[in-house]
Structure formats: structure tokens, C-alpha cells
């Protein structure tokens, strides 16, 4: 059984603010609202998987606040792992749980956005197929604008174009990506406007990530390449977090 998001995967239990349980419960309550999910046989709906509770920062360490994203424009931290990025961003309205499923054919339910005006989501940055993901140096996947019947922004990876809408749980638009962009599940305090990350929600890339770019994680990070996120995460403009955003055609 899943740990309840104030849970730790090991350790003393943590106290949790009431506003962050209540966030908490009111999310999940959303995204129950549809009913009980249909399954193929032996399968189990993904649930929402426990990582450590991290508090966004900015790069003085102070904390990231809700009021300082701008709708539509891209912000990468790293979480669960250090080196694994996230996409953070505001959407011009409020974003709603949907139904989706993964590769294997698991359903679930995305959870609803966060903040003020439940707009804030976050999303892993690792495609689900070629798994381009931003580095300090380039980044082929970003946000960007959408086209036609798009929304306003989506995410657009250069190496397959592959296109996810982040209004719809980060669902596959167009493209060969096998199933959405895994949630990054967040809270946020109304009291404080701080945003903490807690765990993941959808299909995860992380082992095949690892896997792949073993060589380069370890020259780039050594040993520490598969450590955990620890307490805090910096949060940064996707301009600033990659030397070169470089452009595609859609």
C-alpha cells in the first residue's frame, strides 16, 4: 500500500501543515469525482508514488513562491532525483483531472493544478520516447507555444516531436511518445505561497533514463547520479537552467 503523502518512506512520521493535508485531500477527492477506473485484468491503477517533501527554493535559497510564475513561461527544477528535471508552470486556467493511462495500458487520474488559482503543474522533462531531457548545456524539450486547437502551451520535444498538453495531465497531443509525461505531484500553502514537491504520479522514465545516459551522469555528477532529491530543489527559468534552448519545427 502506497504511504500517505505525509508519510515517509522510512524514518519518524512527519507532521503535516493542515492546509497541505487539506490541499492534499482535496486533490485527491477531485480526481475521484469521475468514479472508479475500469481496468484490463490484473492490472492495479497507478497510484501516486511517495518521494521526499522538497521545498522549492530560488538560487539565493529562498523559497520559490506560486506569485512568482508567469502563465506559460517554463521553469525546471530537479526532483525526485538530482538529476532528473521538471517542468513547472502556470497555465493561463485553472487545470482539471483527467483520465489517462501509460504504456502498459494502467489508468489513472491526473490531479487537479495547485496554487491561487489551481494553474500550477509540474511535469518530469524526460520525454517518454527518446527521453530528451534539458542539460545545462541544450534542451530540446521546452515549452512552447501551442498550434491551432492546442492549448496555449505545450510540451515539444525536437528529437521525435512528441507534443503534450500540460491542461490534460501532460496527455500526448501528436507524436510517437507511448503514453503522458509523468506528474510531478505537488502543495502548496496558502499561508505561506511556498510549493514543496512530494512524489510522482503516471508512468515514470526514471530506470530507462538512468540506464541510458549512465555515461554521462557519471562523468557529469559521479557518484551522486542517482541520489535522491534532498530538501531543497532550485527552481529556474528554462533560459537560465540551459545554455541553449534550441528551436524545431512543429
Known amino acids: 500500500m502506497e504511504p500517505l503523502p505525509w508519510q515517509p518512506i522510512g524514518g519518524a512520521p512527519q507532521q503535516p501543515d493542515r492546509r497541505d493535508v487539506l490541499h492534499w485531500a482535496a486533490c485527491l477527492s477531485a480526481a475521484c469525482l469521475s468514479g472508479p477506473l475500469t481496468l484490463a485484468h490484473g492490472q492495479s491503477p497507478l497510484a501516486v508514488r511517495r518521494y521526499s517533501r522538497t521545498l522549492l527554493v530560488d538560487k539565493l535559497g529562498q ?22 528535471p521538471v517542468f513547472l508552470m ?10 489517462l493511462s501509460n504504456d502498459k495500458q494502467q489508468r489513472y487520474q491526473s490531479l487537479s493544478g495547485i496554487g491561487p488559482q489551481q494553474s500550477i503543474v509540474a511535469y518530469s522533462a524526460i520525454c517518454a520516447h527518446k527521453l530528451m531531457y534539458p542539460t545545462p548545456q541544450i534542451s530540446f524539450i521546452n515549452i512552447r507555444k501551442g498550434q491551432a486547437d492546442e492549448p496555449a502551451h505545450v510540451v515539444h520535444c525536437c528529437g ?27 502543495e502548496w500553502s496558502s499561508a505561506s505561497d511556498e510549493l514543496h514537491a512530494v512524489g510522482t504520479l503516471g508512468g515514470e522514465m526514471f530506470q530507462a533514463f538512468f540506464e541510458k545516459y549512465e555515461f554521462r551522469l557519471s562523468l557529469d555528477h559521479g557518484a551522486k547520479a542517482k ?3 534532498s530538501q531543497t530543489s532550485v527552481v529556474q527559468t528554462a533560459s537560465n537552467y540551459s545554455h541553449q534552448l534550441q528551436t524545431c519545427k512543429a
Open 90 to 99: 502556470a497555465l493561463p486556467r485553472a487545470a482539471r483531472p483527467v483520465e
Open 160 to 186: 521525435d516531436n512528441s507534443r503534450y498538453d500540460p491542461t490534460q495531465g501532460g496527455k500526448v497531443i501528436s507524436g510517437p511518445a507511448p503514453q503522458p509525461l509523468a506528474m510531478i505531484v505537488l
Open 63 to 84: 523559497p520559490f513562491k506560486s506569485g512568482q510564475l508567469t502563465a506559460g513561461e517554463p521553469h525546471v527544477f530537479n526532483y525526485p532525483y538530482e538529476t532528473t
Open 227 to 229: 541520489n535522491r532529491s
